[in-house]
């Protein structure tokens, strides 16, 4: 789907240089949803409310942990993104 990372969002299955990747079912609505969404940006508050199903000005670090846990997972250096970026005071997006 995005470089050596194959997602197969039917089965739920992820792979990473044609190795089982394991996330979370939390991790997995995640890359899902940025998946969906492919190219756009999509703020914090949008996946606090369409991931973890929190409305309103929540002011937490959730997203951000499991951005960074998800990145370990599926880059090849997580500390130099390639596909799941961060939009300075914006959100995140999956290139």
Do not use: C, Q
């Amino acid at each position: 789907m995005f470089g050596d990372v194959r997602v197969d969002l039917r089965s739920h299955e992820v792979t990473r240089a044609g190795k089982p990747v394991t996330l979370s079912p939390v991790e997995f609505r995640l890359l899902e949803y940025l998946i969906e969404r492919r190219g756009a940006v999509v703020t914090r508050e949008e996946l606090l409310e369409n991931v973890w199903s929190i409305n309103g000005e929540t002011l937490s670090r959730t997203v951000d942990v499991h951005v960074a846990g998800l990145r370990k997972k599926i880059e090849a250096d997580s500390r130099y993104p390639r596909y799941l970026l961060t939009v300075k005071g914006a959100g995140y997006k999956l290139a």
